[in-house]
């Protein structure tokens, strides 16, 4: 019945959803304190988690209810082997337009150029600092040189696009603005400043914490000039877009919580252990896993789905009295 209707997947409040984020894994070869816990983290049990076949079949069906953007993420994707088998999967689905990856690039260096032959158009690298004593207070973990070792390997692998994605959060990434805007300006990157969220499992987040978009684009023009708006490639796009007025590259502000975009969200969201979700904040999730496990039909998952999108809220609410964190934190969901 479902996959037969021809109508988009539209929730209550008119928004069409066309994306669809799929988190591979909730492990990780780092801890960052605004995600994960340090220690003893409880990842899923492997046989909870969809194996590429489940992801493929759930993507095909989502694809044909409209779903047209792929973008695979964790924990760390990179850490799920034979990734790029997947990727290629993927990639042969006839609907999907755009497959896209995020990765704390730690692994990227050996991957970069398989991901990319197996059909990953886009890649967001993950780069809070240039600092290595700082890398290692943000993620508990070495390893900054691997990160931009891969940078490099991806930029040779040839990606239509390649994203550098920076934290924001008041008193630690301040003296990181002009370091990596410089970097991404010297090696032609966009380079987009996404503001703290309250997702971090030790759940110490506070509003005070947050870097705003506006104060880092104060930053940037006290150093570079003016930043010039652009058009977004998309209208859901959740970045605000700028160029430097010197032509000195693309800077991107995400702005969840001073500026929310949810108005114009067209997002979804499939956990590494198959529970989909309508909003990186919602407090339920429909088991798409079980229908996958259990002989649910195509028209069955296609419900399901369209169930999930139509119970979306209107917003998020960060910045209200009533916001309930979620109990899951960025890792266990997928960023
Ligand atoms: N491990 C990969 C990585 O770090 O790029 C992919 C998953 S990670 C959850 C995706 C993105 O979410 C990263 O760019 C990370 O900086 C961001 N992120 C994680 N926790 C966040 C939080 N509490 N607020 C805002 N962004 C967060
Ligand atoms: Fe790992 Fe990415 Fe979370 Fe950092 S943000 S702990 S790299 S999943």
Known sequence: MSLSDPSPLLDSHSRVHTSLRVSVTDRCNIRCFYCMPDENVRFR??????TFEEITRFVRVVSQMGVRRLRLTGGEPLVRSELPRLVRMLAELPLIEDLALTTNGILLADLAAELCSAGLTRLNISLDTLD??????????????????????????????????????????????????????????????????????????????????????QILEDEFGPLLPVDPPHSSQPATDF???????????????SQPFCEACDRLRLTAEGQVRNC????????????????????????????????????????????????????????
Not at 134 to 153: D, P
């Open 132 to 217: 290595e004593v700082t890398f290692q207070k943000i993620s508990r973990r070495e390893g900054l040189h691997r990160v931009l070792a891969g940078i490099e390997a991806a930029q040779r692998a040839g990606f239509a696009q390649i994203r550098l994605n920076a934290i924001a959060i008041q008193g630690l990434t301040e003296d990181e603005v002009i370091p990596l805007a410089r970097f991404a300006r010297d090696r032609g990157l966009e380079l987009r400043f996404i503001e703290y969220m309250p997702l971090d499992a030790e759940k110490h987040w506070q509003s005070t914490d947050v870097l705003d978009g506006a104060a880092i684009r």
């Open 45 to 50: 049990p492997r046989e909870e988690i969809l």
């Open 280 to 335: 990186l904040f919602s407090s339920a999730e429909w088991d798409a896993r079980a229908m996958l496990r259990n002989g649910g039909t195509d028209d069955e998952l296609a419900d399901l789905v369209r169930d999930c999108v139509r119970a979306k809220a209107a917003a998020h609410g960060i910045n209200t009295v009533q916001f309930i964190r979620p109990e899951r934190a960025m890792y266990q969901i997928g960023g």
């Open 243 to 257: 160029v430097f007025a010197d032509g000195g590259g693309r800077i991107g502000l995400i702005q969840p919580v």
